[in-house]
């Protein structure tokens, strides 16, 4: 680990601690004397910022210290379980816009990953949009010069800086696992493979083509709802090309509302439509802040920039559906038993203790207004409820539970009295009734019962073996009888032998 960028890591530490971030909130009243002087002494000089001031003067800083930091910060954003809540809102002003990088470079990557780029699109014009990551283009195509393409290509070498900063984060995250018993609960070391495994998808721009395409074709019958379509011909490792989207950016909606659209609609049809991603398909875009929606005219949305998605398996989908459909309904015992049943929190807690602890988070939000229910407020009791039940973090809830936040957010910028409720009750119950109703009944059985299936399938050939089997055993046992210096074998002990091989074999085979 180089010295350099260890040392800009301590940067960063240290101007989180300077903001009381990386603590528990009682720390100054309960850390023991050695650990506040340390804290003293780490963040001697560093500056404080007032509450204010304090998101866009640290955005500021971790700008300055490179991309992989940019995006450190941001995913830290995602956690308020390790740096809180409040730090966490600030890290949301941390914009991912930085100056583009020369136009010879693009050339240049241009001409190495792609063999007959001319063919593909033309006249490119400057960057419309640069990022830590990569920057955007806007050209023609080529037969049909009226077609806009958006040409999105990496930055230098950015890879390798990539790589280096994350082995750095990695290092460190063992350090914490190893001498902070406590923090291991938080999974730092979990939490850094999530970052990599996200940056590695951002940092292949064919990975984030195929993720267009997979979202495509799992949203191809959803109403309102599409993706740009991707150029295979123009994309490589370092280069995407996808057509052209001409949209309202998400943030303007003074726009949105002078194009005559419904906003109420559209909060409503943004929230049912990301949980309609995550359940059904169990893939997502982890990454729907108002930058990255573009509403059409007709109020269709437009999803772009899937560099960053997520993936719920099978059960996380089912946890997370229950969860939800249990604090619509008030069922906290099943939200309880669902955490207990998932192991996310240990049997050695009990249900109904549980349960009584998401009670008091769930009941002081339901009789208020939508635009009175504070999330950050319930998030902040929903961690300090987990921490007490030893909830070990899951990453893939996380990743979801910050693109939920980030969704809202979006939505009730459209509308302010919005009931996240409400509007996801419909998405949640339909599919709680799919997944327990007769037809996934009849799928769940018919994969248990595949590996039997394909077992049976192979007893001919099992049989065939055995055969082979009891053959030789006959011959060794013919062999055995010519030798008077030992006993042969008895038919009792070689028919143990064959039926023991049988079963083996058997067994094997059934595996």
């Not at 680990?1 to 009243?29: C, I, K, T």
């Not at 009990?350 to 009175?372: H, K, M, N, T, Y």
């Not at 409820?385 to 030893?390: A, K, L, P």
Request: aromatic share 6%; hydrophobic share 45%; proline share 5%.
């Amino acid at each position: 680990m180089g010295v350099f960028r260890l040392l800009r890591f301590l940067r960063m530490a240290r101007l989180l601690l300077a903001q009381d971030a990386l603590l528990p909130p009682d720390f100054s009243e309960r850390a023991p004397l050695t650990l506040r002087v340390a804290r003293a002494f780490l963040t001697f000089g560093a500056p404080r910022f007032d509450a204010q001031t304090r998101g866009r003067a640290l955005s500021d800083r971790i700008r300055k210290l490179g991309p992989t930091y940019i995006k450190l910060g941001q995913f830290l954003a995602t956690r308020p379980d390790i740096i809180g809540l409040k730090m966490a809102a600030d890290l949301q002003h941390l914009q991912d816009r930085l100056p583009p990088f020369a136009e010879a470079d693009v050339k240049r990557i241009i001409a190495s990953d792609l063999d007959e780029p001319e063919k593909v699109f033309a006249n490119m014009g400057p960057a419309i949009a640069a990022a830590s990551i990569a920057q955007v283009h806007q050209a023609h195509k080529v037969g049909a010069p009226e077609t806009k393409l958006a040409v999105k290509v990496l930055r230098p070498r950015i890879d390798r800086k990539v790589t280096r900063d994350l082995a750095t984060f990695r290092v460190i995250a063992r350090w914490i696992e190893k001498l902070v018993p406590g923090a291991r609960r938080l999974r730092p070391v979990d939490a850094i493979d999530t970052l990599t495994r996200s940056l590695e998808a951002e940092t292949d721009l064919r990975r984030e083509a195929a993720a267009l395409e997979e979202m495509a074709y799992n949203a191809r019958n959803d109403a309102g709802f599409c993706v740009p379509h991707v150029v295979w011909e123009g994309t490589a490792r370092r280069i995407m090309t996808m057509s052209w989207v001409d949209g309202i950016a998400a943030s303007d909606v003074d726009a949105l509302r002078a194009a005559g659209l419904d906003l109420p609609d559209l909060a409503t049809r943004l929230i049912r439509l990301f949980l309609t991603h995550a359940l059904r398909d169990g893939f997502f875009h982890a990454d729907m802040h108002q930058g990255n929606l573009l509403i059409r005219t007709d109020g269709t949305i437009v999803g772009i920039d899937l560099g960053i998605t997520g993936r719920l398996d099978s059960d996380s989908r089912r946890f997370l559906a229950e969860i939800l459909h249990g604090f619509i309904t008030r069922d906290y015992r099943k939200v309880a038993r669902v955490h207990l049943e998932a192991g996310y929190v240990p049997n050695t807690h009990s249900v109904e203790d549980f349960a009584q602890a998401l009670r008091g988070i769930g009941e002081p939000i339901r009789d208020l207004d939508a635009s009175e229910i504070s999330m950050s407020r319930l998030l902040t009791q929903l961690f300090d409820v987990t921490d007490q039940f030893d909830m070990v973090t899951q990453p893939q809830l996380l990743l979801l539970q910050k693109t939920m936040v980030t969704v809202e957010g979006v939505a009730r910028s459209f509308d302010p009295r919005l009931n996240i409720w409400e509007a996801a009750e419909p998405v949640v119950s339909t599919w709680l009734r799919k997944q327990l109703g007769p037809e996934t009944l009849i799928r769940d059985i018919a994969e248990a019962a595949r590996p039997s299936l394909q077992a049976a399938l192979r007893l001919p050939e099992t049989l065939a073996q055995l055969e082979r089997a009891g053959a030789a055993l006959e011959k060794i046992a013919e062999q055995e009888t010519d030798k008077p210096a030992r006993p042969p074998m008895s038919g009792t002990r070689l028919g143990w032998l064959a039926v023991s091989l049988a079963g083996l074999a058997l067994l094997l085979h059934l595996r």
